[in-house]
């Protein structure tokens, strides 16, 4: 059984990834930028939240603050799918008779979904859920900062991801935005962490090591997430994502956690800060499917860079940072390589193409990229991501 193939299965339908976020389906700059800085202050609040939980009151269980998002995506967006199912399926009887007995109920569509890819959504619940562990875990060991800036790691491999399973071919504008936004960070940091007080770090080796395997997971997940939104009912997906993500978090929870919510003082804060923790990565995840439509996972983790800068103007007023000029000259540089980056479209082997290849051979849409090895690069395939519709 292969991992990039749905061999006999069929495509969704249009409309299927034609829902949520039609509006934005444009290429236009300015789009992208504004929802990507949005995302990267839902992400600075997942990460000043956990930061707090650990400084302020001792708490560390990544899972569990993790747990109520999966449970909030199962839930939220299964009843979405529930309606958008009964929606195409009055619409299709308000055309066409035979249509409509023909149509699949929601029960139907959710056994077609897990019979056929139950388990490629297992792995990828599985790498999403270990990444966001990794990363929450990392702050009980080092600080805020040093997880922002190893969190860049993304970034990298991101690309190299995208070059080798989607096919993206980056211009030399490309490359240069993102020298630009990386010099913009690493500049901050370089800046920063000579003045700010690590002494709270109780193994920065150790977080180090966490923050640069979690990066790695989250590539991983991102670019396969950039795929599904452009081929995939991203309501399926996310229904999926978040029972399965459910599951494998209550399991970790039982397993690895058990103790450290069992000695969890009572403060009122602690569960407030999760909720804040959970409201913040339920909304990344929801808007994330957009981003990646109307841009990639690339630029996505571009926009990201900015989180770190949101991120020190809290540290400023909440960890005792101390804020220079170079604050605002690394802000000004990452937002000129972002406008600079999305200048241009990114061209690149469109999954939707590869999708309408691979239903005309008899195979239906792969929920994994296939590599280079197995698609083999045709000129006719190289299209612009901006033109794809979500």
């Known amino acids: 059984m292969s991992l990039l193939s749905n061999k006999g299965t069929p495509p969704p339908p249009a409309d299927d990834r034609a829902t949520s976020g039609r509006a934005w389906s444009t290429n236009s700059g300015w789009r992208p930028l504004l929802l990507g800085q949005f995302l990267a202050m839902m992400l600075t609040g997942t990460a000043v939240s956990s930061q707090l939980l650990v400084s302020d009151y001792g708490v560390s269980f990544p899972t569990t603050q993790s747990l109520l998002n999966y449970l909030l995506l199962c839930v939220v967006y299964g009843a979405m799918w529930a309606y958008d199912t009964r929606r195409q399926a009055r619409s299709a009887s308000a055309t066409d008779a035979t249509a409509a007995e023909t149509a699949p109920t929601f029960a139907v569509a959710v056994k077609r979904a897990l019979a056929q890819r139950w388990w490629r959504y297992v792995l990828l619940a599985f790498v999403d859920v270990e990444a966001n562990y990794l990363i929450v875990r990392a702050y009980e060991y080092t600080t805020i900062t040093s997880v922002q800036l190893l969190d860049c790691f993304t970034i990298p491999c991101v690309m190299a991801l995208s070059w080798y399973f989607l096919r993206v071919r980056f211009r030399p504008l490309h490359v240069l935005g993102v020298a630009i936004c ?22 920065a080796t150790v977080g180090d090591i966490l923050t640069l395997c979690g990066a790695l997971l989250y590539a991983v997940s991102n670019v396969s997430q950039e795929f599904l939104v452009k081929t995939q009912n991203r309501y399926e997906f996310l229904t999926m994502l978040g029972l399965f993500g459910t599951v494998i978090s209550a399991v970790q929870v039982a397993i690895f956690e058990r103790d450290e919510l069992s000695t969890v003082g009572s403060a009122w804060q602690i569960p407030l800060l999760v909720l804040l923790f959970s409201a913040c990565l339920f909304s990344l995840y929801s808007l994330v499917p957009t981003l990646l439509v109307l841009s990639s996972a690339t630029f996505m983790n571009l926009s990201f860079l900015t989180a770190d800068v949101y991120t020190l103007l809290f540290g400023l007023f909440l960890f005792g940072y101390k804020l220079s000029w170079v604050y605002f000259v690394s802000l000004a540089l990452v937002v000129f390589g972002l406008a600079l980056y999305n200048l241009i479209p990114v061209p690149e082997a469109s999954p939707a193409r590869k999708s309408r290849d691979a239903v005309e051979e008899g195979d239906s849409s792969p929920l994994l990229p296939a590599s280079p090895a197995e698609v083999s690069p045709d000129d006719d395939d190289i299209e612009d991501v901006g033109a794809l519709r979500v």
């Open 182 to 203: 990386l010099a913009g960070i690493g500049g901050l940091f370089a800046s920063d962490l000579g003045g700010n007080d690590t002494s709270s770090a109780s193994n």
